[in-house]
């Protein structure tokens, strides 16, 4: 079985910086992309960033700028640097992975985290 490990997350002030961590692991693990979404209270979850391949990402407009998604080389592990932090980032953050197959082909097979709570508030 392949699981997702978050780490990371808590009460922050605006305009501080936090960083968010996911190790994948399980047998026979092959990523396709890993990617962070969040939930807000209310809200449907949303994408914020995501990395294809472990070098190409891709971000939400609300976090291009301020956020950073990095793949570590050599593991199945990914970050996400989050800085000037505003209010509205108060959310429930999920580590979310595509598996691919031995072909490196996205099988459509996801996984998810147990999120991680982010708290942005003076």
């Known amino acids: 079985q392949v699981h997702l490990v978050e780490s990371g997350g808590g009460l922050v002030q605006p305009g501080d910086s936090l960083r968010l961590s996911c190790t994948a692991s399980?047998?026979?693990?092959?990523?396709?992309?890993m990617g962070w979404y969040r939930q807000a209270a209310g809200k449907q979850r949303e994408l914020v960033a995501a990395i294809l391949s472990g070098v190409v990402p891709n971000y939400a407009d609300s976090a291009k700028g301020r956020f950073t998604i990095s793949a570590r080389e050599g593991e199945n592990a990914m970050d996400l640097q989050m800085d000037s932090l505003r209010p509205e980032d108060t959310a429930v953050y999920y580590c979310?992975?595509?598996?691919?197959?031995?072909?490196?082909?996205?099988?459509?097979?996801?996984?998810w985290g147990q999120g991680n709570l982010v708290t942005v508030s003076s």
């Open positions: 399980g047998d026979n693990l092959r990523i396709w992309s």
């Open positions: 979310h992975a595509d598996l691919a197959d031995e072909g490196g082909n996205n099988t459509r097979d996801e996984r």
